[in-house]
């Protein structure tokens, strides 16, 4: 996360961005990619990454 100027900037290496207006939700999935730059004006935001674990033969992995 970073503030350039009056902006948020988002960046993930993995996954799928959502948000909200509620931290209760219900969150929706934004299909912007890494980086993501959001104006600070106007009405409250909250984001997060879902990513997804599978666990092959007794590894894990990240998989989006």
């Known amino acids: 996360v970073e503030r350039t100027g009056g902006n948020l900037v988002l960046s993930w ?8 207006t509620n931290l209760t939700g219900p969150w929706a999935t934004n299909s912007a990619t890494s980086p993501y730059t959001n104006s600070l004006s106007g009405n409250s935001r909250f984001y997060r ?6 666990i092959v033969a007794g ?3 990240l998989s989006s």
């Open 13 to 20: 290496p993995e996954g799928t961005l959502l948000e909200t």
């Open 49 to 54: 990454i879902r990513v997804r674990f599978v």
């Open 59 to 61: 590894s894990l992995f």
